[in-house]
């Protein structure tokens, strides 16, 4: 069973900065492909970035392009989601998703709050 478990998410004002941690079981982590996407309030998913299985490709929504940084740990299952320059408009609820790069079948954990406001 696909387990995944987001932390690191909290208040942060305009322009600070975030991790988020993302801890993988249940499943051969290193040989899937991983992303991150959100919700914000009153809105669908937006899917906001993608790595392949090594970490040597990355990819990322024109939104959130230049100030996050996505990466992995696969010898400890971890993923992660650098959050710098934050906006206002970033403000929403970020889920670890298994699965294709910006595909539709996203297996999603229970998801961690960012709030960006002053």
């Known amino acids: 069973e696909v387990h995944l478990v987001e932390s690191g998410g909290g208040l942060v004002q305009p322009g600070g900065s975030l991790m988020l941690s993302c801890e993988a079981s249940?499943?051969?982590?290193?040989?899937?492909?991983m992303n991150w996407v959100r919700q914000a309030p009153g809105q669908g998913l937006e899917w906001v970035s993608g790595i392949s299985k090594n970490g040597n490709h990355v990819y990322y929504a024109d939104s959130v392009k230049g100030r996050f940084t996505i990466s992995r740990n696969n010898a400890k299952n971890i993923l992660y989601l650098r959050l710098d320059s934050l906006k206002t408009e970033d403000t929403a609820i970020y889920y670890c998703?298994?699965?294709?790069?910006?595909?539709?079948?996203?297996?999603r954990g229970q998801g961690t709050q960012v709030t960006v406001s002053s």
């Open positions: 998703a298994k699965g294709a790069i910006g595909g539709d079948r996203l297996e």
């Open positions: 249940g499943f051969a982590f290193s040989l899937s492909e």
